[in-house]
């Protein structure tokens, strides 16, 4: 069963702005003028991992980090078009297009990962898409201004990798268990002493002052219960020194 928790908020900016400082970087060493309000934004994973008819890159590591990123398709041509102003060509200079294409799209995949390895690009979707959701630590983000439409989802590993947490935080007990949880706490506890049965319309006509006699016996039952509910029975006990209620 797979732990239920979220990012956070501050986390989740955090680790936005970071990429969007990378993004920045790619940007000066390859892009136009065109690019330079490019920045990364927050997404959403269900528009992130359900897009069809797009090119899909999985990038995922030893330690279990995973990225997924998909684009139009032909963003990699897109690129280079706009890069070399080159934008409308389809035919004379379309082979230098696209491998300009290709390394541009490498040197971005390798800046929004994060690290000096890129592990390799598969095209074999992930077996739990589930991971890439905010209730398993997933974040998804899309990338305006950028000729392509790109869009990133990431697991949790992928989020602590480049945003380890706070060993301080880390380090704190987890939540008690519930009976050590109210062990401490106190609670009253009521003793009601049964006396017989009489009409109800007499029960309503009892007044202050009134005398009832009874033929409660010498130890009568009693009632033991608290604010939540009824406990159980028992009998009191008055040849003892101090009140007593035997439970049955």
Same mark, same amino acid.
Do not use: Y
């Given at each position: 069963?797979?732990?239920?928790?979220?990012?956070?908020?501050?986390?989740?900016?955090?680790?936005?702005?970071?990429?969007?400082?990378?993004?920045?970087?790619?940007?000066?060493?390859?892009?136009?003028?065109?690019?330079?309000?490019?920045?990364?934004?927050?997404?959403?994973?269900?528009?992130?991992?359900?897009?069809?008819?797009?090119?899909?890159?999985?990038?995922?590591?030893?330690?279990? @980090? &995973?990225?997924?990123?998909?684009?139009?398709?032909? +963003?990699? %041509?897109? /690129?280079?078009?706009?890069? *070399?102003?080159? #934008?409308?060509?389809?035919?004379?200079?379309?082979?230098?297009?696209?491998?300009?294409?290709?390394?541009?799209?490498?040197?971005?995949?390798?800046?929004?990962?994060?690290?000096?390895?890129?592990?390799?690009?598969?095209?074999?979707?992930?077996?739990?898409?589930?991971?890439?959701?905010?209730?398993?630590?997933?974040?998804?983000?899309?990338?305006?201004?950028?000729?392509?439409?790109?869009?990133?989802?990431?697991?949790?590993?992928?989020?602590?990798?480049?945003?380890?947490?706070?060993?301080?935080?880390?380090?704190?007990?987890?939540?008690?268990?519930?009976?050590? @949880? &109210?062990?401490?706490?106190?609670?009253?506890?009521? +003793?009601? %002493?049964? /006396?017989?049965?009489?009409? *109800?319309?007499? #029960?309503?006509?009892?007044?202050?002052?009134?005398?009832?006699?009874?033929?409660?016996?010498?130890?009568?039952?009693?009632?033991?219960?608290?604010?939540?509910?009824?406990?159980?029975?028992?009998?009191?006990?008055?040849?003892?020194?101090?009140?007593?209620?035997?439970?049955?």
């Amino acid at each position: 069963m797979k732990r239920i928790h979220w990012q956070g908020a501050d986390r989740a900016s955090r680790l936005q702005v970071q990429l969007s400082e990378r993004l920045q970087t790619w940007v000066r060493e390859w892009g136009s003028e065109q690019w330079w309000q490019a920045v990364v934004l927050a997404g959403d994973t269900r528009t992130a991992t359900r897009a069809g008819g797009r090119e899909n890159w999985w990038f995922s590591s030893p330690d279990g @980090a &995973v990225m997924w990123i998909n684009a139009e398709a032909h +963003a990699g %041509i897109s /690129l280079a078009g706009s890069a *070399l102003d080159l #934008s409308g060509s389809r035919g004379h200079g379309l082979g230098l297009v696209e491998q300009v294409g290709k390394r541009c799209l490498t040197a971005l995949h390798a800046c929004l990962w994060g690290s000096s390895e890129l592990p390799a690009a598969t095209d074999v979707l992930p077996e739990r898409l589930d991971s890439f959701e905010p209730r398993h630590g997933g974040l998804a983000w899309r990338i305006s201004h950028l000729p392509g439409d790109f869009q990133i989802a990431v697991n949790d590993v992928w989020c602590t990798v480049h945003l380890p947490h706070d060993k301080a935080v880390a380090s704190k007990p987890r939540l008690v268990d519930r009976r050590t @949880a &109210v062990v401490p706490a106190r609670v009253r506890v009521d +003793a009601a %002493i049964e /006396l017989g049965n009489i009409e *109800l319309l007499d #029960s309503l006509q009892l007044r202050v002052g009134e005398v009832l006699l009874t033929d409660v016996s010498r130890q009568p039952s009693v009632v033991l219960s608290t604010p939540s509910g009824r406990l159980r029975t028992g009998r009191i006990v008055p040849d003892h020194v101090q009140r007593t209620v035997i439970l049955d």
